[in-house]
């Protein structure tokens, strides 16, 4: 028997499925899901847009539709990469007992059909670009070139997640510093696509935010995959991913902490700088340190417990958390569009 895209050595002997029956698989590979990471594109135009329309006169349907063609880009781009990187993982995804079920894993769908998959969605990507401006609003200062840079970015990473599938994912902390670079320029690319300059603050948030999120998971694999006291510790996640090898429950515990106190830290000293500038009296944007802090420590919790092994599953899976993300999202947008305002 055959897999669709490949042959039966190729796939051990998978079912060939007809092309009528593949748009599932292939929507399934894509990780739409994983989409919602492409919200990291928002947080620029989102915390840029009151200075845009009042200061440079940028119409706000303006700098949204550009943020969300940036988003769709790079949610393009992220399912493309997420597509080669299964290609290369199939072997290790049939030893995880959720990711065994993954279309290219389970051999639902094949090598050949997954990688044109890929070029189709690299081509989608590349053709949004072009629906970005190719110069940015006139009163903004230190403008960028959004077209431009956006492809920037999404070329570096391309090659990043290249990288990461070829050779970092298999060396300790780099792994998780390539994999935190990705968020990173996403939030550059919001940035750009709407013509301003990321800030520092935003950049650092970003990156020890992002790296919280993935020790989060490298950590929440090792509770997924625990097994008996007899046996080495770590043992069954080293063999899905061997870079666990490299890290113990005591090293991601402590790593998942300093990051989150460190996206915490970073979050205040915006919320300080912030108040320092308005200068009347209490500041309501500190209110939103209370749910930030609450999520960060509830994603601890559980991935403590088990409950999850990746912590951007919290966004679709735990109402605590959804409740809490939503109360900063309300806070924040009150008050920096109607309390200062």
């Known amino acids: ?13 998978a079912r060939r499925l007809p092309a009528g029956r593949l748009l599932v698989p292939l929507l399934r590979l894509a990780r739409p899901s994983q989409w919602t990471k492409s919200a990291f594109v928002m947080v620029g135009p989102f915390y ?15 700098v949204i539709v550009a943020a969300l063609i940036a988003a769709a880009v790079f949610g393009l781009a992220s399912s493309a990469c997420y597509v080669v990187n299964d290609v290369l993982d199939r072997e290790a995804d049939r030893l995880h007992p959720r990711k065994r079920h993954r279309p290219i894993a389970s051999g639902r769908i094949g090598v050949g059909t997954a990688l044109a998959f890929a070029a189709g969605l690299i081509a989608m990507a590349a053709a949004g670009i072009f ?27 391309a090659l990043n997640v290249t990288a990461y599938s070829a050779r970092i994912k298999h060396i300790v902390i780099a792994d998780v510093m390539s994999l935190s670079l990705g968020f990173v320029l996403r939030v550059m690319a919001g940035c750009w696509a709407v ?18 999120l993935s020790f989060g998971k490298r950590l929440g694999e090792r509770r997924t995959l625990a097994i008996a006291e007899a046996d080495e510790p770590g043992a069954r996640a080293a063999a899905h991913r061997p870079v666990q090898g490299f890290y113990t429950d005591t090293l991601l515990q402590m790593a998942v902490v300093v990051t989150a106190v460190a996206t915490l ?26 749910p930030a802090t ?48």
């Open 294 to 341: 609450y999520c960060l420590l509830r994603a601890i919790v559980l991935l403590e417990r088990g409950t999850h092994d990746d912590p951007t599953e919290l966004a679709g899976k735990d109402r605590a958390f959804q409740i809490g993300a939503l109360l900063f999202a309300a806070i924040t947008a009150a008050v920096m569009f109607g309390v200062r305002g």
């Open 265 to 290: 830290m970073g979050y205040a000293a915006y919320v300080q700088a912030q108040a320092r500038a308005d200068a009347k009296g209490f500041d309501p944007l500190w209110l939103t340190t209370l």
């Open 1 to 13: 028997m055959t897999v669709a895209g490949g042959t039966g050595a190729e796939e051990g002997g």
């Open 48 to 62: 840029g847009l009151r200075d845009l329309t009042a200061k440079a006169g940028v119409m706000p349907r303006d």
């Open 131 to 157: 629906l970005l401006p190719a110069q940015a609003p006139s009163g903004v200062a230190h403008a960028v070139q959004p077209r431009l840079w956006v492809a920037g970015a999404v070329l570096i990473y």
């Open 195 to 212: 013509g301003i300059t990321p800030t520092v603050w935003l950049l650092n948030v970003t990156l020890f935010l992002a790296m919280f």
